[in-house]
DNA sequence: CAGTAAACATACATACGTGTATGAATAAAT
DNA sequence: ATTTATTCATACACGTATGTATGTTTACTG
């Protein structure tokens, strides 16, 4: 075939990327195929080869270049959560992550990924380092978040700082697996906000 | 090779069973070949041709034969919660689930593949729809015995029962997720339990 | 105590996924 | 304008997973 602009080149690594997101969430990792991601892009796995050097370095991608600008400024703020009205702040991240997942499908869909690395562990060692890792960092802010909302007295009474954010953790976890379902309908304003909703004024001083 | 007794065919039945569920669960279903669950169990292809017709026969046997005798009466009381202390008996339940989990791994790991089945997605629809059915019978559980909590009054003021059993099952896969995974180091009794706990006193009265 | 059928291993045919090597056509460089 | 380099398709080689056909031994049956 012949030569592309730069501009063309782009586009196909963006198809690469979209079409590998998405049926990386409907069919899972390991039952994607290359063929697939490269016919779904509108080529073939040639154009494959010449972005990536395999299926697992996608996924990097994805999360480094989709998902990660849009999380980062959530993370700090949540990192380094404002000693006055801790709380406040804390929910507005909240409902900024979720507008995220209800607004930006590939961000939901790299999320999802993660969350579910399991499904490839074992086979490819590395992948599931690089996995495990984000997976770690998610607990560790959110735990992060909630220990500073301890100590500045935000949490409600007997409530342990870890457990709650390991709670919410459980939650978003929970609610990125059924939105993403193949079957059913999920709906973020019925099924998603009411619940954090609840958490988190059932966890948090107001 | 020699043909065994009626007992030894059962063992190797089991083992099967066994280390498919063990391999579905560490490496996900896709990515578990015939050869990995028949060497795992000991015997060769030969003998899984000869108790499962494939790789989906064995997913709905392990649901059926393994964990459903374990749900089943959990199940059939929290669809008939007593009028009275419905909240007690609920707690209950919980718990011996959540014992289940701790104890009979096979439980736990059918439990999780079928909260996992969007990675086997599109490419086996019959099988998605077995699994699909095994979700949607949770949250209807869960939504059931929610109702007849908020009927007897026991839900605190103000707590959607519909809302409060998604809360819950969010939870509940959040959790499984979590203690399945192939890193990291889940324990029920710190992280299971509390979270829970907090939960069930943030919803229900006492 | 034959004869049969069952339990499982072995071997084979087929399909498919991956990765690489090659080629064509044209954008970019000089 | 000519050359070079690049983007991607095509073709090939290899490994591997599946399913089936066949064979072997022995438990079961009458």
Redesign the interface.
């Known amino acids: 075939m012949a030569r592309k602009t730069k501009a063309d080149k782009e586009k196909t690594y963006q198809a690469l990327i979209e079409a590998a997101a998405e049926l990386f969430?409907?069919?899972?990792f390991?039952?994607t195929t290359l063929n697939e991601i490269a016919e779904r892009a509108g080529v073939t796995r040639g154009a494959f080869y010449g972005h990536f050097s395999s299926k697992s370095e996608v996924i990097q991608a994805i999360w480094e270049e989709q998902a990660l600008p849009f999380f980062e400024p959530i993370k700090d703020t949540l990192l380094n959560l404002p000693q006055d009205k801790p709380a406040e702040a804390f929910r507005q991240q909240i409902n900024s992550l979720l507008e995220l997942f209800e607004d930006n499908n590939i961000v939901g869909r790299a999320f999802f990924i993660i969350?579910?690395n399991?499904?490839?562990?074992?086979?490819d060692k590395e992948l599931?380092e690089f996995l495990?890792d984000k997976?770690?960092l998610y607990e560790q802010v959110l735990c992060c978040a909630y220990k500073k909302l301890g100590e500045a007295g935000n949490l409600k009474q007997g409530?342990?700082p870890d457990?709650?954010a390991?709670?919410f953790?459980?939650?978003?976890?929970?609610?990125i697996?059924?939105a993403?379902?193949?079957?059913?309908d999920f709906d973020y304003e019925r099924?998603g906000y009411?619940?954090f909703e609840?958490?988190l004024n059932?966890?948090l001083m107001d």
Chains 1, 2 share one sequence.
């Open positions: 969430r409907s069919q899972g390991t039952a969350m579910h399991m499904e490839i562990s074992d086979k599931v495990s997976y770690k409530v342990n457990h709650a390991m709670g953790l459980y939650i978003l976890i929970g609610m697996n059924m993403l379902l193949p079957f059913g099924d009411p619940v609840h958490y059932s966890v």
